[in-house]
């Protein structure tokens, strides 16, 4: 018993690095995470002290533990037995589909992450790229909203800078939660977007597992009040006019959600002078297929230019991006109706972006061009002045003024790219790129054209009474 035994080195040093990994699994590790995870916590405490609507204990919750409790959920189950009789496989494949159906949707929120990262890196681009212009339809409704009510942003898609703008507008009141399609599952920007909150869903599946998968976790998000934010159109537009809405989440949310739960929906509509994405997208809707064929090497050679134009002074921001946040609404107005209140409430969100839809100088110049042909900046600047006249809303929508004075820089930039063309000191449309003027004329002729369709009647009656 007392004996030396003797064992080669490799061996002995084997044996040591066994007994480390073992110290450290069963003793060290369990200790660093529960420090840090004190220091989390007492962080995240802090923190929600001066949000609007603090961070929910389910969005820090391990994603391990979510995962357990997304695929025990009885709707899962269900489904899980319903997959595999339907296509004659053991439950305990389909579970493990299912298992992996949950791995794929849910995120590893950080609130480090989010805060200390992505809001700041998001303020950092949407100021770099754009003057950015906020403004709230009823702000005193806005911040009143029910604390304990789940908060879901509904927006218009115009660019993937959507994602951007909101994320560090919406930072002071809480941590959006965004569903985000295939596209950004490539590493290791999947890793960030996860750590940001946002969930991954395949928006073309048919698979009734999945499916059910993705409506459990929403419901449990939506259930434990986590701040959402959906596009109902399902995808960028390609004409740069609204699109109809697709019900999906909004249905998951509706069909999850037990009376005793508020959720209110904030409209909100956003609008750029120039769009990022803009050639990429009218070509898609040229071939009338949502296939984006935008290559990665482009963008980066372009992200690259950016700084060395930033310091030889030719570098230009993308005019203004204007946000408006629209009148909330709250599911209990449409609970009593009879029938699936997920379409009227559907379409009552998108008249409420369209009513607040921004109107910004580019856009508005395109309009015009577009339907009264052919103008001087002098013609244009009065027509403007005509048009924003009309406005129900002056709060919500920019001065004549603002937009005029930033009328040369913009026809510059049309002009530059050759949307418009100056013929004999007029601008009208230029053939090349006709498609980018309908574009950016449609972004604006929701709200656009009651306002000359006003004006217009108005000068009726005035030269009628004269």
Known sequence: MTQPVEIPLWLFILILLFAAVTFASHFLFPSVRWFFRRRLERAVARLNTRLQRPIQPFKLARRHDTIQRLIYDPQVSHAVQDHARAIGIPEAVAFEQARRYAREIVPSFSAFTYFSFATRAARLIGNALYSVRLSYADEAAFRSIDPDATVVYVMNHRSNMDYVLVTYLAAEHSALSYAVGEWAQVWPLSRLIRAMGAYFIRRRSRNDLYRAVLAAYVKQATEAGVTQAIFPEGGLSLTGALMQPRLGLLKYIIDGVPEDRDVVFVPVALNYDRV?????????????????????????????????????????????????????????????????????????????????????????????????????????????????????????????????SGLPSILRELTDRRILVLQNGRYEAGTERRPLLDYYAASVARVVAPLADAADAKDISATAGS
Request: net charge positive; glycine share 6%; proline share 6%.
């Open 276 to 404: 990022l994405e803009d050639s990429v997208l009218t070509d898609a809707a040229s071939r009338q297929e949502r296939r984006f064929r935008a290559r990665i090497g482009v963008i980066a050679v372009w992200l690259l230019k950016q700084p060395w134009r930033k310091l030889t002074g030719r570098y230009r921001r993308f005019g203004t991006a204007a946000v408006n946040f629209g009148h909330p609404v709250a599911l209990g107005d449409f609970r009593g109706e009879r029938g699936d209140p997920s379409v009227p409430l559907a379409r009552d969100l998108m008249r409420r972006i369209a009513d607040v839809l921004p109107i910004v100088a580019a856009p508005l110049v395109c309009w015009l061009v577009h339907h009264e042909g052919a103008m001087t900046s002098q013609q244009m600047a009065d027509r403007i002045r005509t048009l924003l006249a009309q406005v129900s809303d002056p709060g919500l929508q920019p001065s004549a003024e603002d937009l005029i």
